[in-house]
Structures are given as C-alpha cells and as structure tokens.
C-alpha cells in the first residue's frame, strides 16, 4: 500500500501537498485558537507539516495517516528536526475508514476528501474520531465561477463540472450536513503557484536525473503541458480553501 511513485517524484519537496503556502498555514492555526494540550488527528497528512508546526507552535499532540512511505519518512524527519517528536506520531495506513482509538480535539482532512467519497462522507469519517463539540478541518476545491463549461473542467484536470461546488454551494452544503463554518482560510494565487510551479521544479530535477527511468516520458510530457494548462485553466478557475466546522 503506497501512492504511485508519478505522486513522489511531483511533490517530493513539498513540506504542504495543497495549494497552502507555511504562512497560510500558520494563520489557520492561529485562528481555530489551539491550545497546549489539544489532540489532533490528520487524514491524509502527507508529510505532516501542518501536524510538526502546530505541536511546535501550540504545544498539541497528536497523530497524521497516509498511504506514503516516502511522505511519512519526511513526516517523521520533520517531527525530529522540529523537536516534536514525542508528541506526534505518524501511521501508515490507508486514511479511508480510519478511526483514532481516543476522541480528538480536531479532525483533519485537508484536500483528500477521496478517502470518504466526497464531502458528505468525509465529515462523517472525521466525526467518528471526534470529541463532542470538537472542531473539523476540511480542505475542499471549489470552481470559481458557477457553471464552467466543459473545456474549463478538462483543462483543470477533472472530467465533470459536478465534482465540485462553487464557494457558495460548498459552504451551503456544510449547513445541510449540520455543520456550522466558523473559520476559513482560502488559498490565493501566489499559494496556487508556490503550490503547482514547484512541482514543475521537482519535475524537470527529477526528469534530469533519470532520464532512462521507465516514468520518463510521462514526465516529460507533464512538463510539456502542465503550466500552460495551469495558467489557462487552474489558477484562474478552481479555488481551494480550509473550512473549519463545528457541529449545530
């Protein structure tokens, strides 16, 4: 169980797998009003900076999942350097169905909502691992315009416009589910690019480095498309926020 190496090589030098830059993210802790002692749990934590940076900076604990070996080791490398070691711990595992053994403060899933099938399903997985009147993190595409016509969701990399809301309709739907927004932080178009221009980066060291390598022509051809496509398309159309949620 592990994600495919294409998802390695692309992010590999990314401390954030979403389109969040570290001061966003910072601000979103600073917001949900952590405090020493709180417990966290993080769905899909990728390389666990979100998880290493708020036990540093708020004194919580807690625990990430993920399916990535390599993500996990930089994950568990960041928890050293950071001096948080004895307070965070990293699992693999396959996030989809996972439950944390004791209730947390904070449930997280930020921009994996894959692991539920969906919204709906991932709010009511991250429930499950969640204290009474506890917070849940939800990080969550969103078109940025209402109805984007069919060469707009292609050219964004998806292949129906009904995979996502626009902002209205997302934050609309959290009402429906029972649950209240009372924070968010959106990402920007400087978060975008740190976000999707490193990964051209990564891209292209990679590519030089193993020229002969079996991937090499995939990933040649991203890198023959993906910026024009992200220029065209993503930056200017799909919005991607942090939604913070608390139970009606």
């Not at 979100?50 to 994950?75: K, Q």
């Not at 969701?153 to 739907?173: A, H, I, M, W, Y």
Request: hydrophobic letters at 45%; one cysteine or more; aromatic letters at 10%.
């Amino acid at each position: 169980m592990d994600l495919p190496r294409i998802f390695v090589i692309r992010e590999r030098n990314h401390r954030v797998h979403n389109p969040f830059t570290e001061q966003k993210l910072a601000l979103l802790g600073d917001v949900i009003r952590l405090r020493p002692g709180q417990t966290m749990l993080d769905l899909a934590c990728g390389s666990g900076e979100m998880l290493c940076t708020w036990s540093r900076d708020h004194g919580i604990s807690g625990t990430g999942v993920d399916i990535s070996t390599y993500f996990l080791g930089a994950a568990r490398a960041r928890a050293a350097e950071l001096g948080v070691a004895d307070r965070v711990a990293f699992v693999h595992d396959d996030a989809a169905g996972f439950v944390a053994p004791t209730p947390v403060d904070v449930a997280a899933c930020i921009g994996a909502t894959w692991i539920g099938d969906g919204v709906p399903g991932t709010l009511a997985l991250l429930e499950q691992s969640l204290v009474p009147g506890g917070l849940l993190l939800v990080g969550e595409p969103y078109w940025r315009i209402d109805s984007p016509d069919q060469a707009v969701v292609e050219g964004c990399g998806f292949t129906s416009r009904d995979e996502f809301d626009d902002l209205p309709g997302l934050v609309e739907s959290f009402g429906r589910l029972g649950w209240d927004v009372v924070e968010m932080v959106l990402a920007d178009g400087d978060s975008w690019d740190r976000y999707a221009a490193a990964q051209w980066f990564s891209l292209r060291t990679w590519l030089d480095a193993n020229p002969d390598d079996e991937l090499a022509g995939e990933v040649r051809a991203e890198l023959d498309t993906a910026p024009a496509l992200y220029v065209r398309y993503r930056r200017r159309y799909l919005g991607w926020g942090v939604f913070v949620l608390k139970r009606r």
